[in-house]
Each structure stands twice: as C-alpha cells, then as structure tokens.
C-alpha cells in the first residue's frame, strides 16, 4: 500500500476505533482498566469517541509513587468525562495470592504489576 502519511492516520484510526467498537459490544457495563499510560488513554478515547460510556479502573498506590499510576488515569478520566474508580491493592497480601493468580494465568509471573492487574 502506497499511502500517504494523512492517509495512514486515518486508516490507522478506523481500524483501531472498530477494533475498540467490536470488543465493546455488550448488554452489561463496560469497564477498562486504565494507568493513563498511551495504550489505556487510547482505548478509553476510542471508546469515548464511539458513544461507549465506559467505567475506567485505576490501582492505587498513594505509599508508593513508582508504582501510582492513579494521577495520569484520573486526568484522563476527567478529560473524558469517564466514572473512575480507584482501587487500593493490599500489596503486602499478593504473597497470600500467588497461588492462585499462578494457576489463573497458567504460568508463572515475574512482576508486581500483574498483581495489580489481578486485585482490579
């Protein structure tokens, strides 16, 4: 395909709003977990964009800043309009979990964040 950059963006947009449209059928609400980083704030927009009204999922971890993403997902959630609901994982109980999340993913993990991820 020789298209040009213009050309390109917008194919790009309307393969990836249909990507959001086709998973984000459904009969129930619709949420999304969201850290604010670039792949979560894009299907939040996209969703947004499609009349989608999406409730965004956020980690919360205020004792520690590395690993709070909460700020930039509540900036997209006010830009958007969007219910946010933050969630406050006890991070000290993923020991407690790790079985189970290891059989719930079939295989074993090497980072805190799918943890994250679980306790959403």
């Given at each position: 395909?020789?298209?040009?950059?213009?050309?390109?963006?917008?194919?790009?947009?309307?393969?990836?709003e249909d990507a959001v449209?086709?998973?984000?059928?459904?009969?129930?609400?619709l949420a999304l977990?969201?850290?604010?980083?670039?792949?979560?704030t894009a299907v939040a927009i996209a969703a947004s964009k499609l009349g989608k009204r999406v409730t965004l999922f956020t980690s919360h971890l205020p004792e520690d800043a590395h690993l709070d993403e909460s700020k930039y997902a509540q900036r997209v959630a006010e830009a958007l309009k969007l219910p946010h609901v933050l969630v406050r994982p006890?991070?000290?109980?993923?020991k407690d979990e790790v079985r189970?999340?290891?059989?719930?993913?079939?295989?074993p993990f090497g980072s805190l964040s799918l943890y994250l991820h679980w306790s959403l």
């Open positions: 395909l020789d298209l040009s950059e213009g050309e390109a963006r917008e194919r790009f947009t309307h393969l990836f449209r086709l998973r984000f059928r459904a009969d129930v609400p977990t969201c850290s604010g980083g670039v792949d979560s006890d991070v000290g109980a993923w189970e999340l290891s059989r719930a993913q079939a295989m």
